[in-house]
């Protein structure tokens, strides 16, 4: 068990140290910090851990298989954003991090429990072991996790509002992107990603989380949806003249291409929701940064309607309500390849169109349109 730890955290160091190359003044820095809990690990090989019962044996058992359900799923997500040139910081949020804490401190524990074996010996009171073994580990999390975790946030800050080498976002050297009601458009191809989730009076009403790609006309994508209305994957395609859908417990099934024209994700959002007329009174939020890759930030106001049109995945969290008595705002990002590359935004209003109890009713989104114009195409679903 000790040894499967110390090779899980060796995995995810490596891909840190080998991978996380952002250009910051300490990139080298965050992989070495990386390394210490698989020194943690070490520890656990060199003194395992005695039990004095079949009933600690299991806990123990499962406390590293606990890490291990903890770190691959990370340790996966780490080597996708280092290979998709994602965020630069290894940390975005919270929730990102809580996993590597969990496992950290699970792995910690283990080694304490071997270490506190080695300096009081097998002969100690099994409860003086156990103290002392936690105390170990509580002081292992902390050095390791605080080690880590400034030097990913102190790399982070360095990096703060400096242009990246690259971005899947778009360029990343001189020039300016256009005005918020300058002609902008969408790129040949892309890979989105959207999330759409609903809210009634601060408590959740439904999520859709899609991922796909289109390349020109062609299009793919799967959603995973939850809500009052619907629940399980959906999925549409269109490659040429020819059409398929997906629906919760069926495979991909044909259907008339002519019926998927509104739905191109980022060249949808563009023609609905920012046609020229609209971003002409754009309000400009001025010049940012995203992952690197710089852009103008704009806003618009937009109803209903016009979101139900740019985001028709929405009807599964409101059915055939047509929203038209909300109102929002939506915020988008064009890079200075003159490209959409993110819009993000939301519209609120009666809480019944989202068919729960309640005052008012808030739907939030966020669509992202990354590796624009890599020339990749979109292959038809296996029949």
Do not use: K
Not at 2 to 15: F, R
Not at 208 to 214: P, T
Request: charged share 15%; aromatic share 6%.
């Amino acid at each position: 068990m000790a040894i499967g730890l110390m090779a899980l955290w060796s995995l995810g160091a490596l891909y840190v140290l080998l991978g996380y190359r952002p250009g910051g003044p300490i990139d080298g820095l965050v992989g070495a910090s990386a390394m210490v809990p698989t020194g943690i690990a070490l520890i656990g090989v060199v003194w395992p851990p005695a039990m004095d019962s079949r009933r600690a044996f299991v806990g123990m058992v499962w406390l590293g298989l606990a890490v291990g359900l903890l770190l691959v799923p990370s340790i996966g997500g780490v080597l996708r954003q280092l290979l998709a040139r994602g965020p630069q910081t290894l940390l975005p949020s919270v929730e990102a991090a809580y996993p590597w804490l969990l496992a950290l401190a699970a792995t910690s524990l283990f080694s304490g429990l071997g270490l506190a074996r080695r300096l009081v010996g097998d002969a100690a009171l099994s409860r003086a072991r156990v103290w002392r073994g936690a105390f170990v580990a509580v002081g292992l999390t902390v050095v390791s996790g605080t080690l880590f975790t400034g030097a990913a946030v102190g790399n982070d800050i360095a990096l703060r509002n400096r242009p990246a080498a690259s971005s899947r976002f778009g360029p990343t050297g001189g020039g300016q992107p256009p005005q918020c009601g300058s002609e902008i458009r969408i790129g040949a191809s892309a890979r989105v990603d959207l999330r759409l989730s609903a809210v009634v009076d601060n408590h959740s009403a439904g999520v859709v989380q899609l991922v796909g790609s289109r390349a020109g006309a062609d299009v793919r994508w799967t959603a995973d949806v939850a809500s009052e209305l619907a629940l399980g994957r959906f999925g549409l395609a269109r490659v040429g003249d020819r059409a398929w859908t997906l629906e919760p417990g069926r495979s991909w099934a044909r259907i008339g291409a002519a019926s998927t024209e509104g739905d191109l994700l980022d060249a949808q959002v563009l023609a609905a929701a920012l046609a020229g007329g609209v971003r002409s009174t754009a309000e400009d939020h001025g010049l940012e940064f995203v992952e690197g890759a710089r852009s103008r930030h704009c806003r618009v106001a937009i109803d209903g309607p016009t979101f139900l049109a740019a985001y028709p995945q929405t009807h599964w969290l409101t059915g055939g309500d047509t929203l038209r008595r909300w109102r929002g705002e939506l915020d988008y990002w064009v890079f200075t390849d003159g490209e959409l590359g993110q819009a993000a935004g939301s519209i609120s209003g009666p809480a019944s169109a989202l068919g729960v109890g309640g005052i008012q009713g808030t739907i939030e989104t966020l669509l992202t349109a990354t590796d624009r114009d890599d020339g990749g195409s979109v292959a038809p679903p296996a029949s």
